[in-house]
């Protein structure tokens, strides 16, 4: 009888020794009470965990009790990394956690998972638990950083920062998420229902270059890509060709969003990029539309038909490329159509997850609070 390693694989790893000391930061209540959670007052942040020696950070769960229903647009998450002064995760509390336009939601998916109570389920605000698993690696110390921008104290905050103190190969990258938005996107033809114009017999609408495209994601330095979600507010009405008692008509009805193309651009390099896709649900590892089901590295969050919400036709998507990691060694560009030949104007916004060597200049800062707001939620 031979001897023989077990094989590869994230529960076979777990027989392996782990070199490490696992600490944890939360808000449990240091008095020995119940009171396990932090008041924040409106405009002001409060650190969540300072950590001056090498680890890794495995596990962020947080949940917040608040009568004020867009707070997972309002608060902000931020992380920084062995001392920087900007930001290397800087995104609204829902959307790093893929919760789009401030709706809780149940799914999960390999980096993510929220747990939402029914009663919430779908709608704006309310109470959920989100969790991130992603490994957020640092050498030389991190902080994590929670910022209430809205209007009145969040009341309930709770959360877990769980992480190792550990030996961090100097190679070892840096996690970095941050978040845009385009709202409304401009579409390169106008306003088509103002001009009668069929969206679907514009099919052949030539996109060459992308520079038009709604960017998800510009950074330069080496490093890979392993993910976003985009949340779409579909709000761009179109004419399509109907018929009605043996007559063709025009109909206005909203468009489908997702023929847009996805464009990786590489190290710089001209058109044509690296990788083009053929329409976003095809990005997403779907078709024929967007399915209301989430995978461990694809699929949706928040559907865009949900028949408790008939009027609402906001949606969010996820794509985690754990399997397939987009690499680049001096810069990346990554930018989806909106509508084909970017033709549509609907409201995008969007996180990018991914690793790389120390930037060396800063994220983009995030719109105006009340600009990430929906506009069916602005007062």
């Given at each position: 009888m031979h001897s023989q390693q077990p094989g590869p694989g994230a529960l076979s790893n777990l027989v392996y020794r782990r070199k490490a000391r696992t600490r944890r930061f939360s808000s449990w209540d240091q008095t020995g009470g119940n009171r396990d959670y932090w008041t924040i007052p409106?405009?002001?942040?409060?650190?969540?965990?300072e950590i001056s020696v090498p680890g890794c950070i495995?596990?962020?769960?947080?949940?917040?009790?608040?009568?004020n229903r867009q707070y997972l647009r309002k608060m902000v998450l931020r992380a920084y990394w062995n001392g920087e002064d900007s930001p290397s995760i800087h995104c609204p509390l829902g959307d790093f956690f893929c919760l789009g336009h401030g709706i809780a939601r149940t799914f999960s998916?390999?980096?993510?998972?929220?747990?939402?109570?029914?009663?919430?389920?779908?709608?704006?605000?309310?109470?959920?638990?989100?969790?991130?698993?992603?490994?957020m690696p640092f050498h030389k110390g991190a902080r994590l950083e929670i910022v209430n921008e809205c209007e009145e104290e969040v009341g309930s905050f709770y959360y877990y920062v769980d992480y190792e103190e550990c030996e961090v190969p100097e190679d070892a990258l840096l996690f970095h998420a941050h978040y845009r938005q385009e709202m409304p996107t401009k579409?390169?033809?106008?306003?088509?229902?103002?001009?009668?114009?069929?969206?679907?017999d514009l099919m052949?609408?030539?996109?060459?270059?992308?520079?038009?495209?709604?960017?998800?994601?510009?950074?330069?330095?080496?490093?890979?890509?392993?993910?976003?979600?985009?949340?779409?507010?579909?709000?761009?009405?179109?004419?399509?060709?109907?018929?009605?008692?043996?007559?063709?008509?025009?109909?206005?009805?909203?468009t489908w969003w997702g023929e847009g193309?996805?464009?990786?651009?590489?190290?710089?390099?001209?058109?044509?990029?690296?990788?083009?896709?053929?329409g976003s649900e095809d990005y997403f590892s779907q078709a024929w539309g967007m399915h209301p089901y989430a995978f461990p590295y694809s699929g949706t969050s928040i559907p865009e038909t949900?028949?408790?919400?008939?009027?609402?036709?906001?949606?969010?998507?996820?794509?985690?490329?754990?399997?397939?990691?987009?690499?680049?060694?001096?810069?990346?560009?990554?930018?989806?159509?909106?509508?084909?030949?970017?033709?549509?104007?609907?409201?995008y916004s969007s996180v990018a997850y991914w690793y790389q060597t120390q930037r060396?200049?800063?994220?983009?800062?995030?719109?105006?609070?009340?600009?990430?707001?929906?506009?069916?939620?602005?007062r």
């Open positions: 409106a405009g002001q942040s409060r650190t969540l965990a495995r596990h962020i769960w947080i949940t917040v009790g608040t009568e998916c390999m980096p993510f998972a929220c747990v939402t109570p029914e009663e919430n389920n779908g709608k704006f605000g309310g109470g959920t638990a989100l969790n991130c698993y992603f490994a579409g390169t033809r106008g306003d088509l229902s103002a001009a009668g114009t069929n969206y679907w052949a609408e030539p996109n060459i270059g992308g520079e038009d495209n709604y960017l998800i994601l510009e950074t330069e330095g080496a490093g890979h890509f392993v993910g976003c979600n985009i949340s779409v507010d579909n709000i761009d009405p179109m004419v399509s060709k109907k018929k009605v008692g043996g007559k063709e008509v025009h109909a206005h009805e909203l193309d996805d464009m990786f651009f590489i190290d710089g390099e001209k058109w044509p990029p690296s990788l083009h896709g053929t949900d028949p408790l919400f008939k009027d609402r036709n906001m949606c969010t998507s996820y794509r985690f490329h754990v399997e397939d990691p987009i690499c680049f060694e001096k810069s990346l560009r990554f930018s989806m159509e909106h509508g084909h030949a970017n033709l549509q104007e609907n409201d060396s200049r800063p994220l983009p800062g995030l719109p105006p609070v009340q600009e990430r707001i929906p506009r069916s939620q602005r």
